[in-house]
């Protein structure tokens, strides 16, 4: 099993839905979470953190499920420019080291 | 608003050959890492410094990939014989302390196709 698996999508939706991205970890010990935005031949650059109480930015909502050891992304009246690939990362073995998901391809069409 | 510097954009080699990959991270960061990134997956690291010293490179192909931070600022990542599965987005992050909760700066990345 991988450390930190994602449904790779394509997710397609219209431009106003909302869409949830789903994320697991197998590391029970993992302390930190975030989501990165990977745009197309980019580099990617950090969404937002995931807190253990849930966190909100703007259209963009996190929440962290240790019991079933799994975060989400909500992304609500989706724009054309959420376009690209969402990373969940997650903390891994070692203290200092975080484990990149494989992403999910969101594609808002018009 | 700072950023991690990566050189070359793109670089294509022959199998076997020698290549190089530049990375200047954001003044003051203590972090340095490696990934590598195939298409259609995640990046994965292969390996990261704190300061001069490598603290993680369990996932670096020794026999073939080579990577120093001399001075604790900028770092080179090395592969001889370059082989046909290396090619991929080599991508250079930085972070001020390390740490797992740490935001990680990535730069644009090196694009390497191996022929």
């Known amino acids: 099993r991988k450390e930190v698996e994602q449904d790779p999508g394509p997710f397609n939706v219209p431009e106003g839905a909302t869409v949830a991205f789903n994320c697991t970890y197998s590391n029970s010990a993992s302390q930190s979470f975030f989501w990165y935005r990977q745009d197309c031949r980019k580099e990617p650059k950090l969404l937002m953190s995931?807190?253990?109480s849930g966190n909100e930015d703007g259209r963009f909502t996190a929440q962290l499920n240790r019991a079933s050891q799994y975060i989400s992304l909500l992304i609500r009246d989706s724009k054309l420019s959420d376009s690209a690939t969402y990373l969940c990362v997650a903390g891994g073995t070692s203290y200092d080291k975080v484990i990149f998901g494989p992403g999910t391809s969101l594609s808002v069409i018009p | 608003e700072a950023e991690v510097a990566q050189s070359p954009r793109y670089k294509i080699t022959e199998k076997s050959q020698a290549v190089a990959f530049w990375c200047d991270p954001i003044s003051g960061h203590a972090t340095l890492y490696w990934y590598r990134q195939i298409l259609g997956q995640g990046p994965e690291l292969l390996v990261q410094?704190?300061?001069?010293?490598?603290?993680?490179d369990s996932q670096l192909p020794k026999d073939r990939f080579s990577a120093e931070r001399l001075k604790g600022v900028d770092s080179t990542l090395k592969i001889q014989p370059a082989e046909l599965g290396d090619s991929a987005m080599y991508l250079c992050a930085s972070s001020l302390v390390g740490g797992a909760a740490d935001t990680q700066y990535f730069g644009p990345g090196t694009r390497l196709t191996v022929l």
């Open positions: 410094f704190q300061d001069e010293s490598v603290v993680d």
């Open positions: 995931v807190y253990s």
